[in-house]
């Protein structure tokens, strides 16, 4: 069994390659709030355009802990790897968003 979760490969095809059985649905998730900081910047964005840098590390640091742990929660299965791996957000609360990672884990047939 892999005990690194980033050893667990992803892949984002719909099917159970040759030779893997499925183990059951994954997920990870986490919530992330903005801060005071990060809203006047993106108040100041807003009236002049562009990216807002802040918010969009925000969300980047958001989806990796998320697929890091449906890594872990495949792990505990037992599997080697992830398929149809789908990401979602939402806004929880005002100023709060979650992001979703989850997939199908298998492994292989004979493990």
Same mark, same amino acid.
């Given at each position: 069994? *892999?005990?690194?979760?980033?050893? +667990?490969?992803?892949?984002?095809? =719909?099917?159970?390659?040759? %030779?893997?059985?499925?183990?059951?649905?994954?997920?990870?998730?986490?919530?992330? #709030?903005?801060?005071?900081?990060?809203?006047?910047?993106?108040?100041?964005?807003?009236?002049?355009? %562009? @990216?807002?840098? #802040?918010?969009?590390?925000?969300?980047?640091?958001? /989806? @990796?802990?998320? +697929?890091?742990?449906?890594? @872990?929660?495949?792990? /505990? *299965?037992?599997?080697?790897?992830?398929?149809?791996? /789908?990401?979602?957000? #939402? *806004?929880? #609360?005002?100023?709060?968003? =979650?992001?979703?990672?989850? %997939?199908?884990?298998?492994?292989?047939?004979?493990?």
């Amino acid at each position: 069994m *892999m005990s690194d979760p980033k050893n +667990i490969a992803l892949v984002s095809i =719909e099917s159970v390659p040759d %030779g893997m059985r499925p183990l059951g649905l994954v997920r990870g998730s986490t919530a992330r #709030s903005r801060n005071i900081g990060r809203d006047i910047t993106a108040g100041l964005k807003n009236l002049v355009g %562009g @990216e807002v840098t #802040s918010y969009t590390k925000l969300m980047a640091d958001a /989806r @990796e802990e998320a +697929i890091y742990r449906m890594q @872990e929660d495949a792990i /505990r *299965m037992g599997a080697t790897m992830v398929v149809g791996v /789908r990401l979602a957000s #939402s *806004m929880v #609360s005002q100023g709060v968003s =979650e992001m979703v990672a989850w %997939g199908t884990a298998v492994g292989p047939i004979d493990g």
